[in-house]
């Protein structure tokens, strides 16, 4: 069964850093590009990161670039999300996803997997 599950969300105030994590079953985790996304209340989920399946191309939204970071851990069969210099406009629930694509990364189109996602909140 294929599933996806983040942790690491919380509350944290404005400039602060939270690293989320999202454990693949193994299958997923070799097979598939990465994705995290975001949805704030009342807004369409967003595009926030991706990963390639190799590990060696990163996409970036450009709210969050020089801010967050995305990696692989092979051995733990995760991709982490690291967010540093929290604003509050980053508070949103935090989904990561999987998809077979190889381009477009950055569309919603084609994940095929997603997380039942992790609440993100950032105070000021």
């Known amino acids: 069964q294929v599933r996806l599950v983040e942790s690491g969300g919380g509350l944290v105030q404005a400039g602060g850093s939270l690293r989320l994590s999202c454990a693949a079953s193994?299958?997923?985790?070799?097979?598939?590009?990465m994705g995290w996304f975001r949805q704030a209340p009342g807004k369409e989920r967003e595009f926030v990161i991706a990963?390639?399946?190799?590990?060696?191309?990163?996409y970036y939204a450009d709210s969050v670039k020089g801010r967050f970071t995305v990696s692989r851990d092979k051995a733990k069969s995760t991709v982490d999300l690291q967010m540093n210099s929290l604003k509050p406009e980053d508070t949103a629930v935090y989904y990561c996803?999987?998809?077979?694509?190889?381009?477009?990364?950055?569309?919603?189109?084609?994940?095929?997997?997603w997380g039942q996602g992790t609440q993100v909140t950032v105070s000021s």
């Open positions: 996803a999987a998809t077979t694509k190889t381009y477009s990364l950055a569309s919603r189109d084609g994940y095929a997997y």
């Open positions: 193994e299958r997923i985790f070799s097979s598939f590009s």
């Open positions: 990963i390639s399946r190799a590990g060696s191309s990163t």
